[in-house]
C-alpha cells in the first residue's frame, strides 16, 4: 500500500453530460487527461471514470453520454483552481451540462489501485445528505458469478426509499467498476445496506465467491451540490417512485 493515510480537506466528483457527437472526443480526452489530472498542482489522488446505470456492469450499462472525475485534493483552494485548469476547461468545453458535489470523507476501508485515497476518516455524525462510493476490481475468474448476482441488488437499490441518485461507475467497460449513490440521510443509507434483504445476501456471497482482487468503500458528508442536478439523475424528495422513476 502507498499513498497518504491523512484524511483529506476535500473531494469533488465532477459529472458531465456530453452529446453523442463528442464521443471521439471524449475518447481522446479519455486517452490523455488521467495523467494530466493527477498532476495539477493540490491533487492528492484523482480517478477520471466512465458512468452508466449500476444494473449490469457490462460494456451494454455503458453510459456514453456521461462522465465523471473523482478528485482528492490537498485544499478547498486548489480544488478551486480546477475549473481554469487545462482539463477541466476541455471537460467544460465538451460538455452540455455539468455538476460538482464536494464531499467529505467519514469513513473508508478497502484499496483503490494500492492506496487508501481517502486516508482514515474518523468517522462522525451528519444530519444531511450522503454519498456511498463502491469500486472494486473483478477476479476474471469470478466475474460471471458477480455479473448473475448484480440484477436484484440493482432493483432494490432503485426503489430504495431515500436514495437521490444513483450510477455506475467504472475505469473500464470489463472488470473495473463501482457505484455512487447519493442518500437524503444517513439513516436511508444504513436501512438499505444492512437491513435490505438482496444486499445482505451480496455482502455475505462477497467473502465466500471472493469477486474481488481489490475493493474499496468510502461514505462522504456531501457539502454541496452545485450545478445541474439531472446529470445526476436526481429524484427531488428521496422516493423514486413518487418521481415515476420506479
Partial sequence: MTGPTSVPELVTLHVWRVPRSALPRVLVRMALDPRRLRALPGVRFGKLLGTGT???????DADPTRWAALTVWESAAAAARFADSPVGRAWSGLAQSGVRLDLRPLTSRGEWSGRR???????????????????????????VTFWRAVPPVATALHAAPGLLARFGVGEAPLGWQGTVSVWR??????AFAYRHPEHRAAITRTDTE?????????????????????????VADGDPAKDGRA
Fill in 117 to 143: 485515497p481517502f486516508g482514515e476518516p474518523p468517522g462522525g455524525r451528519t444530519a444531511g445528505p450522503v454519498l456511498a462510493l463502491t469500486r472494486a476490481r473483478l477476479r476474471p475468474t469470478r466475474a
Fill in 54 to 60: 449500476g444494473t449490469g456492469f457490462g460494456p451494454g
Fill in 210 to 234: 471472493r469477486w474481488y482482487a481489490e475493493e474499496l468503500f468510502a461514505r462522504f458528508e456531501v457539502r454541496d451540490v452545485i450545478g445541474d442536478r439531472t446529470v445526476l439523475g436526481w
Fill in 185 to 190: 440521510d444517513p439513516a436511508d443509507l444504513v
